[in-house]
């Protein structure tokens, strides 16, 4: 079975330049969450779906993020424009639709170098 | 608002010695997650402990919760090479279904 899959691996971008992260969840698992750990610190939640919806962005650092997952399946986060402190590792996971169980499998993650 | 911490950050110890890696949290959780991660891998899940008391061991690492003193554990006996890796916990807040990361410990093991 395929796990959690998120592209690319790594993204060197400019300041001010766009850039799109994608993740292929578990096949069958509702839940997909987005997470990021800036250099060095602890890793943060952002954002979680069920299915298509946006259950608890809580974690969006600000408006320059925008995550989608049409149709339930996967998943982007968009960073427009990005910023310098935007530079990171962007984790995705993903957990069966049991209400309640969060244990969640991650992806290798995206590292993201904004310069 | 939930805080979780771990120590030591950084660990370095000879092949075959005995080590405790620490996590405390703040606040109430009824689940707690610790995770391997190698270096451009993913998050590996180790262990999941449920309740107080809750021991979990695999191999070399063994991994305990005291739900009193908010403290988790994840003891590591007679260290091998291959054990070097980040490691991760991490605390569900009960019903929100996302975790709260600490810092993690990286540890590197030297023949």
């Known amino acids: 079975e395929a796990g959690v899959t998120q592209f690319p691996s790594h993204s060197v971008i400019e300041k001010g330049q766009t850039v799109t992260l994608r993740c292929d969840p578990i096949s069958g698992h509702d839940n997909l969450y987005w997470y990021r750990r800036v250099m060095g610190k602890e890793i943060k939640f952002l954002l979680h779906?069920?299915?298509?919806?946006?259950?608890?962005e809580s974690g969006m650092p600000n408006n320059r993020f925008l995550a989608e997952r049409t149709g339930g399946t996967y998943s982007t986060l968009k960073v427009q424009p990005a910023e310098l402190e935007d530079s990171g590792v962007y984790f995705c996971a993903s957990s069966p639709p049991d209400v309640g169980d969060t244990e969640a499998f991650f992806g290798q993650g995206t590292r993201l170098t904004v310069v | 608002e939930l805080k979780v911490e771990q120590n030591p950050l950084f660990l370095s110890m000879q092949e075959g010695k005995n080590y405790t890696i620490y996590c405390n949290y703040s606040?109430?959780?009824?689940?707690l997650y610790w995770y391997r991660q190698d270096p451009g891998k993913s998050l590996e899940s180790l262990f999941v402990l449920l309740s107080n008391g809750a021991v979990k061991q695999e191999g070399r690492l063994m991994a305990s919760l005291d739900t009193k003193a908010r403290l988790s554990t994840l003891h590591i006996t007679a260290a091998v090479h291959d054990l070097s890796a980040t490691y991760f916990c991490a605390v569900d807040i009960w019903g929100a279904q996302k975790l709260v990361f600490g810092q993690g410990t990286r540890l590197t093991i030297n023949p």
């Open positions: 606040t109430t959780s009824d689940r």
């Open positions: 779906f069920v299915k298509e919806s946006k259950q608890d």
